[in-house]
């Protein structure tokens, strides 16, 4: 079917929240490098880490063919009004229990999304998806085995990860902020919207959390920590772009 | 990323081979001789053991340590390019580390034990990561040539007679060739880009040059110890032949960058073929790497938070540990 500028409007919006997201989730993750809780967690962190950044900018560049900037000119260029990644991937990493549960329920969201995204009728997308498919299994296995590990662990890391999890979920229903073009994307096969991917995830991750033995945390305002989605951040964010950016912007049109 | 082990030059060289029997020492050594290697359970003498975990370790330590300067970069890298070449870069640095535990677990010392002796400040660890990166360009030369000092380092050690300590270092360098590609790459960048760039990569140069002249170690050939651990195989070169090398090898490729290095005496020799330089200061050395350079408190309570942070994980993981520790490499 022929797109209308409006569903290029909304699908320009859907790949800058995904591209955002993913950048930011790697570039928190990738924060552990070197300071995992032991070495083979830290070398799996920094892999899914690199990961994350690699499917962000195979998504800027989808942006790229559809007449947007440079990948480079808009990952590091933009200050944080002008991104659109949700309010939880921008969270410092906090501890370990932290980092970890937000990973479980991002890459949830994030494989479920890629999953529905595999069948859209923008091919580019599709493709990029499809591809993509086995490194989120391989992320989604991580933690649910992390999470199950630890969860099962002792007292002290059961109360840790249901901590988290109380602290993180909430945060992590931003991610499925609706949109004003979810229904014209959805009718067009394009996406079928943030209601849906959300109605998945709630369902998915609840089984991992209550085989685990965990409590699915009861979320008092769903809506708390919606706005990422139009520019609207926490005070981390900022502060992150601005250490991102440090070098790149010493001469933006040098080649580094 | 490099581990040449420090040696006591003061301790008599008896001291390595006092109480071994005297034939199976001869068996080892003519072993040895025929270019068999050493695996965890065959007989070994006490002092091949101990300085070969010593040297190991210390290596381990580098590596894990060696992360840190460069991977307060990963989260400044410019652009996607470098942020995803330096991400896999650090994340094999770590992966070097978890090798070489293994590699020295083989030999009895638990890692446990091996990362308490290293934020206790009891082991060491190559003394430039004693040195901060200040600018991105820094952590170019780093990958260039720190990681060029570290092949030369642990090419020479790979022919060594340790079996999994060899086998280790065969797929460390094999990694480490695709960082000195990646240092290169980003030097060749800054050097012949904007002014602003050659005068980052020249500052960080100029700065790093010192600490990468004290990299291979003071000169050993006159040790007491290094002939011994020379037939052992424990140690393949002396610090001063590998150090040549490394001149021979890079100082001809930076200055062909048009960079300078802060050493008016710096030049082949034509009638040695050897490099004359200015010797660098080893009391400052010694200083170092006993704790005083700029970065040694720095690297090691950034390491102790790392660990205390992470205990609770690895109590919860907590299994009953393995006697026989099988080597990954
Ligand atoms: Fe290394
Ligand atoms: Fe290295
Ligand atoms: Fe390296």
Redesign the pocket.
């Given at each position: 079917m022929e797109l209308t500028e409006r569903h290029v409007e909304g699908l320009k919006h859907l790949l800058y929240k995904m591209a955002d997201d993913l950048l930011i989730i790697g570039h928190r993750n990738s924060e552990w490098t070197g300071m995992g809780p032991i070495l083979e967690e830290d070398i799996a962190f920094s892999s899914m880490a690199q990961d994350k950044i690699g499917q962000s900018l195979a998504i800027y560049n989808i942006l790229h063919e559809m007449g947007e900037q440079e990948p480079d000119t808009v990952a590091f260029t933009r200050n944080a009004s002008s991104f659109h990644c949700s309010q939880l991937v921008e969270q410092p990493i906090g501890e370990y229990d932290f980092s970890l549960v937000r990973h479980f329920l991002y890459d949830y969201a994030d494989a479920i999304r890629f999953d529905m995204l595999s069948n859209s009728i923008f091919e580019p997308l599709a493709m990029v998806c499809k591809k993509f498919r086995g490194e989120l299994k391989y992320h989604t296995m991580h933690a649910n085995i992390w999470i199950k590990d630890l969860a099962e662990g002792n007292e002290e890391s059961k109360t840790r990860i249901q901590n988290a999890l109380n602290k993180a979920y909430p945060m992590a229903l931003s991610l499925f902020e609706p949109s004003e073009f979810d229904k014209e994307l959805s009718e067009a096969e394009i996406f079928s919207g943030e209601a849906k991917c959300r109605t998945i995830w709630e369902k998915e991750v609840g089984t991992v959390i209550l085989e685990a033995g965990l409590e699915i945390p009861q979320v008092s305002d769903p809506e708390e920590y919606y706005g990422g989605r139009s520019g609207k951040h926490t005070e981390h964010l900022q502060p992150l772009l601005d250490e991102m950016t440090e070098v790149f912007q010493i001469d933006p049109t040098a080649d580094w | 990323?490099?581990g040449n082990a420090y040696i006591d030059p003061k301790k008599a060289n008896s001291s390595l081979v006092d109480g071994e029997n005297p034939e199976k020492l001869a068996e080892f050594e003519a072993r040895i001789a025929r270019g068999e290697k050493i695996e965890p359970k065959d007989w070994m003498p006490a002092m091949y053991r101990k300085q070969l975990v010593r040297m190991i370790e210390q290596h381990a330590h580098?590596?894990i340590i060696?992360s840190l300067p460069e991977g307060t970069w990963i989260t400044r890298a410019p652009g996607f390019r470098r942020k995803l070449a330096l991400m896999a870069?650090v994340q094999?640095?770590v992966g070097?580390a978890q090798l070489l535990y293994n590699a020295a677990e083989t030999l009895g010392k638990s890692r446990e034990d091996m990362i308490n002796d290293l934020i206790s400040g009891k082991s060491k660890y190559s003394n430039v990561f004693n040195y901060p990166a200040k600018t991105w360009a820094d952590s170019a030369v780093?990958?260039w040539l720190?990681?060029a000092g570290?092949i030369v380092n642990q090419l020479a050690n790979s022919r060594g007679s340790y079996g999994p300590y060899c086998r280790a270092l065969e797929r460390?360098c094999a990694e480490?060739s695709f960082?000195l590609k990646y240092g290169h790459d980003n030097v060749v960048f800054l050097a012949t880009g904007t002014s602003k760039q050659r005068e980052m990569v020249q500052d960080a140069l100029t700065r790093w040059w010192p600490p990468i002249m004290h990299f291979f170690g003071p000169s050993d050939k006159d040790s007491v110890h290094s002939e011994t651990l020379m037939r052992w195989k424990v140690k393949m070169a002396s610090n001063d032949d590998m150090r040549q090398q490394f001149l021979n090898m890079y100082v001809p490729k930076i200055w062909d960058l048009g960079l300078t290095l802060p050493d008016a005496n710096l030049k082949k020799n034509e009638e040695t073929g050897k490099w004359d330089y200015t010797e660098p200061d080893w009391e400052e050395f010694k200083r170092v790497i006993n704790g005083g350079g700029p970065c040694n408190a720095e690297r090691l309570a950034v390491r102790r938070t790392a660990e205390e942070n992470g205990q609770w994980v690895r109590k919860a993981l907590l299994k009953e540990s393995e006697t026989y520790v099988t080597p990954l490499s």
């Open positions: - | 990323m490099y580098s590596e060696g870069k094999d640095e070097h780093i990958a720190i990681d570290a460390i480490e960082h």
